[in-house]
């Protein structure tokens, strides 16, 4: 998401006919994808293996704001790549992985129906930085009040 953000705030300083815009635009619909793969193959993980426990030390409602913005993390993950392919194809433009081969788009275009998914897409942009900010909100908290969350999310001990 760090990656894929700024590609996409990049993209909208170029001019429409800027010769980069392609480049770029490629890159973002590849990372998107690949964010899109990813989070499906961790969400597969996942419904085999259990999340470790969140701490003791959290309140009732700390553990359902930690699920509510793990459950509302990877609903991103799914929606903007989603969201962002159904624009793409729907809208008569080809996504393609990288510059090594294209995602059949599967669907016949709908410049409508793309239209929808754009802005889907954006508002989905907004939602994002909310939760990004509030996500990075929350690691500062767990930072400064030294509960230890931060270090079960990494292997081994930090700090080594």
Do not use: C
Not at 89 to 116: A, C, M, R, T
Not at 141 to 159: A, C, D, F, Q, T
């Amino acid at each position: 998401m760090f990656t894929v953000i700024p590609i996409a705030w990049y993209m909208g300083t170029l001019a429409r006919n800027d010769p980069s815009k392609g480049i770029w635009m490629t890159a973002h619909k590849s990372i998107g994808i690949t964010i899109l793969l990813l989070t499906l193959f961790r969400i597969a993980y996942r419904t085999k293996t259990s999340a470790p426990e969140l701490p003791e030390t959290f309140s009732p409602q700390d553990k359902i704001a930690a699920h509510a913005a793990h459950i509302l993390l990877y609903f991103i993950l799914l929606a903007m790549p989603i969201t962002g392919y159904l624009m793409s194809v729907l809208g008569g433009h080809p996504v393609n992985w990288f510059g090594l081969f294209e995602i059949p788009p599967g669907l016949q275009i709908d410049k409508p129906s793309g239209d929808v998914f754009h802005l889907l897409h954006k508002v989905g942009q907004w939602v994002t930085y909310a939760v990004i900010s509030i996500h990075l909100l929350a690691v500062a908290k767990h930072v400064k009040s030294g509960n230890g969350i931060l270090e079960r999310m990494w292997p081994g001990k930090l700090g080594r």
